[in-house]
C-alpha cells in the first residue's frame, strides 16, 4: 500500500533562514508526487509536481528514487510562506490521492 | 471560470436531518472528487467519479451518497449521520488522461458540524 511520511509536524525558522520540509513516500510503481499548501483560510492550492520540475514562490523539490523521498526546499524563507504544507502522492492507475499528515512552517519575523 | 466552488460554506445538521452538498466546476473537468478532512489532519480520498460514473469509492459508509448529475456538478447525500461525521468535506476536480492533466483543484470546502 502506498504511504506518505511527513516527519515533521511543525517547523519554525526565522525570516531569510533555509526551509526543508522532508517528505518520504512508499509506492510500489513510478510516483507521481505533489506538495500542496494551505494558507490560513484558504483552500487547499497545488505548490508543485515533481513532473513539471518547477519553481513556485521560491520553493524546488526534487524527487529522489533512491531515497524515495520528495523534500521541499526554500532558500530564504518569507513570512507569507507560513502555511501549512502537505506532501502528496498519486496512484496514477485509480487516480487517488494519498496525502501525507502535513506540516506547519511558521516563519518568524 | 477556473475555480471548484462549493455550497453551503457551512452547515449544521441533526442525526435525522437530510442534507445535500454541493460542487461545481466549469473548467470542462472529468473527474470529481469527495475528500473528508478532519481537524488538524489531512484530506482522505472518499469517492472518485470519472466522466460521471462512480470509479472510486473508499469503503464509506452508505450514509453518504455522491451523485454525478452532469459533468460540471457533483453532489453529496447526507442522511442519518453521526456526530463523528463532523469535518470539512472537500470537492476537487482534474482533467482526465496524461500525467500532465492530473492536477487536483480543491473548492474551499463545506464545513459540516452534526448535533
Known amino acids: 500500500a502506498q504511504r506518505v511520511t511527513q516527519p515533521e509536524k511543525l517547523l519554525s525558522v526565522f525570516k531569510g533562514a533555509p526551509v526543508e520540509l522532508k517528505c518520504n513516500y512508499s509506492?510500489?510503481?513510478?510516483?507521481?508526487l505533489f506538495w500542496y499548501v494551505q494558507y490560513s483560510r484558504q483552500r487547499l492550492q497545488l505548490l508543485l509536481r515533481?513532473?513539471s520540475r518547477e519553481s513556485i514562490k521560491g520553493f524546488t523539490a526534487d524527487l529522489n528514487k533512491g531515497e524515495t523521498s520528495f523534500h521541499l526546499k526554500k532558500p530564504f524563507a518569507q513570512e507569507e510562506d507560513s502555511a501549512m504544507y502537505y506532501c502528496?502522492?498519486?496512484?496514477?492507475?485509480?487516480?487517488?490521492?494519498?496525502f501525507g499528515s502535513g506540516t506547519r512552517l511558521q516563519v518568524q519575523p | 471560470d477556473t475555480e471548484v466552488t462549493q455550497t453551503p460554506k457551512h452547515l449544521v445538521m441533526g442525526m435525522t436531518n437530510k442534507k445535500s452538498l454541493k460542487c461545481e466546476q466549469h473548467m470542462g473537468h472529468r473527474a470529481m472528487y469527495w475528500y473528508k478532512q478532519k481537524a488538524k489532519k489531512p484530506p482522505e480520498l472518499m469517492f472518485v467519479y470519472s466522466y460521471e460514473k462512480l470509479s472510486i469509492n473508499e469503503s464509506v459508509p452508505s450514509r453518504f451518497s455522491p451523485e454525478c448529475p452532469n459533468s460540471s456538478l457533483l453532489n453529496l447525500h447526507l442522511h442519518a449521520l453521526q456526530p463523528e461525521d463532523s469535518a470539512l468535506y472537500l470537492c476537487a476536480s482534474s482533467q482526465e488522461g496524461g500525467t500532465l492533466t492530473d492536477t487536483q483543484y480543491f473548492g474551499p470546502g463545506t464545513r459540516l458540524t452534526v448535533l
Open positions: 502528496a502522492l498519486m496512484d496514477t492507475g485509480r487516480r487517488a490521492l494519498t
Open positions: 509506492y510500489s510503481g513510478s510516483p507521481e
Open positions: 515533481h513532473i
